[in-house]
């Protein structure tokens, strides 16, 4: 389910944004180089099908706060064409230098625990123009611009994306995209070539642990006191890290349920008690239970009087 409520960054961006190669950093956890060596099949219209080595990498944290609008992530891409794709687009072509792109490419975080996931589709990924080695028979490999090592250059990066619900994900590479080659000037050789993800070969980043955000419930009578004989109000605010809560509150005491309610899009809630209370003071307890993206929280004493 994704959370419909609107995000309160704040400050939290600043803990959150991305440096160079970085995916989403809190405060603790230490982001790792990640690299998916893999295979794709793609389909050339006079060579057939061919096995294309991709490689992917992205610097990936251990743990990120479920729900953050999470900023683009900067990822790195090498595809190396076999030697009679090489021979092909020098003797078909007359290309002296090979690059392309792919608009289509799209990795996704997928829930281990459950159906979940998320999609992260790629921007830019443009592979520049590549001088063709001279000798005949040899595989070229052509690479996004890399930022830590030529400053200033545009990486291939993931869309900016609103982080799903809590949980573990698995970080997965494309399942198929289209590949366009071009030659020097960055003339269309082969236009939309299909490529799918080979079975058996490595499909994962890693994983990274998405975090509930810690909430807060304060809770206090509409009107104090309550008119004797007249249902008691009870106004209840959640606030939580980083994003508006949503779900359900409940008003206790002890084991018994006094009344509910749902929480509005700004996190709050009024819920009038099933039943009149008697005079005098009753201490309840407020419970919010939580959801996709928070944490329970409680007020553990309120005070409700009634004269």
Do not use: W
Request: hydrophobic content about 40%.
């Amino acid at each position: 389910m994704l959370h419909s409520a609107s995000r309160r960054l704040g400050a939290a961006v600043a803990a959150t944004a991305l440096s160079a190669g970085a995916l989403v950093t809190i405060a603790a956890p230490a982001a790792n180089a990640a690299t998916a060596a893999s295979t794709y099949t793609c389909t050339f219209p006079s060579l057939g099908a061919r096995d294309i080595p991709v490689s992917i990498t992205a610097t990936l944290p251990t743990a990120a706060n479920a729900g953050l609008d999470a900023p683009a992530i900067p990822v790195l891409l090498s595809v190396t064409l076999p030697a009679d794709v090489v021979n092909a687009a020098k003797g078909l072509f007359g290309a002296t230098t090979i690059g392309g792109f792919s608009n289509d490419m799209v990795a996704s975080l997928d829930d281990l625990s459950s159906s979940d996931a998320a999609q992260l589709p790629l921007q830019n990924v443009r592979f520049p123009q590549t001088a063709v080695p001279a000798a005949p028979n040899q595989p070229l490999t052509l690479n996004t611009p890399n930022p830590l090592a030529t400053p200033g250059v545009v990486p291939a990066s993931t869309v900016p994306v609103n982080l799903p619900g809590a949980g573990t994900y698995d970080v997965v590479i494309p399942s198929a995209f289209k590949f366009t080659a071009t030659k020097q000037g960055e003339q269309v050789m082969l236009a939309d070539v299909p490529c799918t993800y080979k079975p058996g070969s490595p499909f994962s980043l890693g994983s990274v642990i998405l975090a509930e955000n810690e909430s807060t419930t304060k809770a206090k009578p509409a009107k104090q006191p309550t008119k004797f004989g007249k249902k008691t109000k009870v106004k209840v605010v959640v606030d939580a890290d980083n994003e508006v809560p949503s779900g359900k509150v409940k008003v206790m005491k002890g084991q018994k349920k006094l009344g509910k309610g749902t929480l509005n899009s700004k996190g709050k809630v009024t819920i009038t008690l099933k039943k009149k209370l008697p005079k005098g003071k009753t201490v309840v307890k407020v419970l919010y239970m939580g959801d996709d993206y928070t944490k329970k929280s409680r007020d553990k004493k309120v005070v409700l009087k009634v004269k």
